[in-house]
């Protein structure tokens, strides 16, 4: 039974438009989300994050936000690039194991068309 | 500065063979993690470490699977026997924790299991 899930395996934008990426999870014990992002041949690396304070992380050109009574967060680019192509992972950590790991979800693979 | 690094980043072994999997974490990390991913589900936590100390090993999916960690630099995952199934990219991630964690793991570039 998958905590995090991405229900969108991929996703294609031309470049210049908005890339939204959602992610819905079931453990109401999350209290921190991240993003990652993994490019082939490559191990994920760290994006963007929240905490379950906040229902909003801005970063350039990535937002993050975060929905509680829907247990939904999503991932804004605004605006997609050509080199933003790769695969997005959400994650999520909950407070009693004290953020120490990691529950992903399958990933949604973003494809930036020029 | 060194990232993890993990090796060896490919390996293709027949079924029934035993495979090793190594993994040196960041300096100074105290906590490692090893997952696992696959088109169908993704990452996976199989095991985690905190101080050389096996935390939660919920997510090894079968006794064949065992993971070391002997010291503070040096990390082992071993299958035996592999079996085709295994067939996956093998991750493994490290951190600082202190009490409480922001939650940000540094992964290695990976080692692309492919059992025959």
């Known amino acids: 039974d998958q905590q995090v899930k991405q229900n969108s395996p991929s996703l294609s934008v031309q470049e210049g438009r908005i890339s939204i990426l959602n992610c819905d999870y079931t453990?109401?014990?999350?209290?921190?989300f991240l993003w990652y992002k993994k490019y082939p041949a490559e191990g994920p690396t760290f994006l963007i994050s929240?905490?379950?304070?906040?229902d909003k992380n801005e970063d350039g050109r990535f937002t993050v936000f975060l929905n509680k009574s829907a247990k939904h967060l999503s991932l804004h680019i605004v605006p997609s690039q050509p080199g933003d192509s790769a695969v997005y992972f959400c994650?999520?950590?909950?407070?009693?194991?004290?953020?120490?790991?990691?529950?992903f979800g399958s990933g949604t693979r973003l494809q930036v068309q020029p | 500065d060194a990232g993890v690094i993990q090796s060896p980043r490919h390996e293709v072994t027949e079924m029934g063979q035993e495979v090793t999997l190594r993994c040196k974490p960041i300096?100074?990390?105290?906590?490692l993690f090893w997952y696992r991913q696959t088109m169908m589900r993704g990452l996976e936590l199989l095991i985690y470490?905190?101080?050389?100390?096996?935390?939660?090993d919920s997510g090894m999916p079968e006794d064949r699977f065992s993971a070391k960690m002997p010291n503070a630099s040096f990390s082992t995952l071993k299958i035996q026997p592999s079996e085709p199934r295994d067939s996956a990219v093998y991750f493994c991630?490290?951190?600082?924790?202190?009490?409480?964690?922001?939650?940000?793991?540094?992964f290695g570039e990976g080692s692309r299991l492919t059992v025959l």
């Open positions: 453990n109401s014990m999350f209290d921190y």
């Open positions: 470490f905190n101080n050389n100390v096996p935390i939660d």
């Open positions: 991630a490290s951190s600082l924790w202190a009490g409480r964690n922001t939650g940000e793991l540094f």
């Open positions: 994650a999520a950590t909950p407070m009693d194991t004290g953020r120490r790991a990691l529950t």
């Open positions: 300096s100074g990390h105290n906590s």
């Open positions: 929240i905490s379950s304070i906040k």
